[in-house]
């Protein structure tokens, strides 16, 4: 089992910048894939960023490219989500997620509890 805790959420204005933390316990963290996801009321989940257990390559969606950045730190057990450039759309809960099928599989094993995001315009 892994366990996930995120952090880091909050209000913020438009063109703000908020950067959210998950912080992993358990199983070895760095044998993961890392996730964050998004998830806004009436809205199915969206997948926002991933990135490999070495840190060396990642996936984001096309509606976050050049504004957000998924980071990891193994040692601490740490995915961060720094977010630059907020707009209104982003406002949803922020989960973060975990499994080991691969960088670009969207099926993920391990998820946490969320946090909110909210950005006014």
């Known amino acids: 089992q892994v366990q996930l805790v995120e952090s880091g959420g909050g209000l913020v204005q438009a063109g703000g910048s908020l950067r959210l933390s998950c912080v992993a316990s358990g199983r070895t963290f760095s044998n993961y894939v890392m996730g964050w996801f998004r998830q806004a009321p009436g809205k199915e989940r969206e997948f926002v960023a991933a990135?490999?257990?070495?840190?060396?390559?990642?996936s984001n969606a096309d509606s976050v490219k050049g504004r957000f950045t998924i980071s990891r730190d193994n040692p601490k057990n740490t995915v961060y989500l720094q977010m630059n450039s907020l707009k209104p759309e982003d406002t949803a809960v922020y989960h973060c997620a975990a499994q080991t099928r691969g960088l670009y599989s969207r099926d993920y094993d391990y998820w946490g509890q969320g946090t909110q995001v909210t950005v006014s315009s």
């Open positions: 990135i490999t257990w070495s840190g060396g390559s990642r």
